[in-house]
């Protein structure tokens, strides 16, 4: 058990919808990233939030939309969902202190059991 | 375009074999090359963490290394066992400009069996 945890596990809906995966990250972590795990694509990291602030962003649609919260939880807004969306989504913390430069450069990543979504 | 390349696609090993998985990468120069165990349905686990500069790794049975002239990393897994079974995946994290990037390689899928 890492620490981290996400909800829902599985998520079935339709085309056009939109949806909240939330996460909450180990105690003490500051930073939590999302990624999108799909069969074709692998691995994708989508954006990173540290203490609150948006710190970085990968691979992330305009359709897809984050925030972390004040007590450090964060979601991940999924909408006008494709077929194409479906796959595991991922969310990972690190970082009780404050890194030295912007990204993970040497802190372990932890991560969550992931939401699975069905877009049907 | 930054790539990273992991070989085999796929291995099947006996258990308590050794075996290694290759990760090729064109991203140079990077910050930190990193291994991570999947197993199936659940989230990485960090296995290994290595900056530019260094070139081995160990956590336990899993020995990382790192060839930055041939821009080629290893991990090694000794004596393998049946919870060995899982997806490897190769990460490189290119940093700079107040910003980073992570280049994932499709993964390497491990079976031990008895």
């Known amino acids: 058990d890492s620490g981290v945890t996400q909800t829902p596990k599985h998520l079935i809906t339709a085309t056009g919808q939109r949806v909240t995966l939330r996460c909450s990250p180990r105690?003490?972590?500051?930073?939590v990233y999302w990624y999108q795990q799909s069969l074709d694509q692998g691995l994708q990291f989508l954006i990173q939030?540290?203490?609150?602030?948006?710190?970085a962003k990968g691979n992330i649609l305009e359709r897809f939309s984050a925030q972390q919260f004040p007590d450090l939880h964060s979601e991940l807004n999924l909408s006008s969902l494709e077929l194409g969306d479906s796959a595991l989504y991922f969310c990972?913390?690190?970082?009780?202190?404050?890194?030295?430069?912007?990204?993970?450069?040497?802190?372990?990543?932890?991560f969550g059991p992931g939401t699975r979504l069905l877009v049907l | 375009k930054n790539q990273v390349e992991q070989s085999p696609q796929s291995l099947i090993i006996l258990e308590g074999k050794n075996c290694t998985l290759q990760?090729?990468?064109?991203?140079?120069?990077?910050?930190?090359l990193r291994w991570y165990k999947q197993d199936t349905g659940r989230g990485p686990v960090s296995l290994t963490i290595?900056?530019?500069?260094?070139n081995t790794k160990s956590n336990g049975r899993y020995t990382a290394t790192l060839d930055a002239d041939t821009k080629q990393s290893s991990l090694h897994i000794t004596a393998s066992q049946l919870s060995d079974s899982a997806s490897y995946i190769c990460?490189?994290?290119?940093?700079?400009?107040?910003?980073?990037?992570?280049?994932f390689g499709k993964g390497t899928k491990l079976s031990v069996i008895p």
């Open positions: 939030y540290y203490n609150g602030e948006e710190r």
């Open positions: 990972a913390s690190s970082g009780t202190s404050a890194p030295r430069v912007t990204g993970p450069l040497q802190e372990t990543q932890y």
């Open positions: 990460v490189v994290i290119l940093s700079g400009a107040g910003s980073y990037q992570l280049t």
């Open positions: 990760c090729n990468y064109t991203v140079s120069p990077f910050s930190n």
């Open positions: 105690s003490g972590d500051l930073s």
């Open positions: 290595m900056t530019f500069s260094e």
